[in-house]
């Protein structure tokens, strides 16, 4: 495994890939799921990220799941000390703002942020959670409202660092310059959706956001910043014939870089996953992968990705593609 901090020289030192949880409990059973993450702690891997709501689109699912089953392992293996959990508070549905979701969701008011880390601490079993994503923004709440908030959940120690999700780059530049210029703790990390292929000119913003070159100029500018990347292995379709490209990657300028990614896979002996995550780790502005994977076979691809170096020459062809 290997190591970087996060949020700066000053963070928490964390495992360079993320193990995602978002099917754990749901999707994924328990046992399968308590069997990656044993995997991904005796590989050395310390980050592990969750949310507050994942799996809530799922019928007869609420939400909590991720992170009940995540707590229920940091409790059987006594890992809560060695395990930088991250988690998120926004998008988790609210009944008294109506039935449809993500219409309904909780939001980043003062009121959601305190109820939210008081239940994702019961579900986790924990008293701290050591990264503290608000995701996705909202535009409903006074930015000064929403980072004052954050801010006391860092200052009374119940979260280590703050993160943002979903979040346009000049929302995350203008809440971290208000929390700057009040003496506030701010964000230190943004997690987007980021995978090797671009997606299509045009699209709207959604609630998940893109890792756009906007937002890694400026992550370039401050290097305290640090970029998780989601989404990065599209749910299996660079490598599986039965899952299709999503459709805001599916566009004739993905064809050239899929076909440099497989040139440059087989130069590496590699596979195509594990170039795709050697090629987000190893950029100009690197990126932390969050890794999801519904079996060991799988994580044991993604870890094997940690110690693919891709040469100057390969970075540029796919850089250029």
């Known amino acids: 495994m ?21 099917p754990f409990g749901t999707t994924v059973d328990e046992p399968t799921a308590f ?9 050395g891997g310390t980050f592990v990220d969750t949310a507050n709501h994942y799996g809530c689109w799922i019928p007869g699912a609420t939400g909590d799941e991720s992170e009940l089953l995540l707590g229920r392992w940091l409790r059987s293996r006594g890992a809560a000390g060695r395990t930088v959990v991250a988690t998120k508070v926004g998008a988790r549905p609210d009944p008294a703002r109506g039935s449809a979701w993500p219409a309904n969701a909780e939001g980043l008011g003062r009121s ?31 930015l000064d409202e929403t980072v004052e908030a954050l801010a006391g959940l860092v200052q009374d120690g119940t979260v280590g660092a703050l993160g943002a999700g979903g979040h346009r780059t000049w929302r995350l530049a ?7 210029g009040r003496g506030l703790p ?3 990390a943004v997690q987007q959706r980021h995978t090797y292929l671009r997606p299509r000119r045009g699209l709207p913003p959604d609630m998940q956001g893109e890792a756009d ?5 400026y992550a370039a500018a401050h290097p305290g910043l640090t970029l998780t990347g989601y989404g990065t292995l599209m749910a299996g379709a660079y490598s599986r014939t039965d899952r299709p490209l999503p459709e805001r990657y599916d566009h004739p300028g993905s064809v050239a870089r899929l076909r440099v ?5 087989a130069e590496c002996g590699a596979t195509v996953n594990q170039v795709v995550l050697a090629w987000l780790m190893g950029g100009a502005v690197p990126v932390v992968p969050v890794v999801g994977v519904s079996s060991v076979a799988q994580l044991d691809e993604c870890l094997a990705a940690l110690d693919l170096r891709l040469d100057a020459v390969q970075r540029a062809r796919l850089d250029t593609a």
Not at 2 to 22: E, F, K, V, W
Not at 116 to 142: F, K, N, Q
Not at 174 to 180: G, L, M, N, P, Q
Not at 213 to 217: A, F, S
Request: net charge negative.
């Open 112 to 142: 959601a942020v305190r109820a939210g880390i008081e239940g994702s601490l019961r579900r986790l079993g924990t008293d701290r959670v050591d990264l503290y994503y608000a995701h996705p923004e909202d535009r409903r709440v006074p």
């Open 186 to 188: 701010g964000f230190r």
């Open 174 to 180: 203008e809440a971290r310059h208000t929390a700057a």
């Open 35 to 43: 069997a990656v993450l044993d995997r991904f702690a005796e590989a």
């Open 213 to 217: 070159e906007e937002l890694l100029d």
């Open 2 to 22: 290997h190591y970087r901090t996060l949020g700066g020289d000053q963070g928490p030192r964390i495992s360079a890939m993320c193990l995602g949880t978002l």
């Open 261 to 265: 990614l497989a040139e440059v896979a």
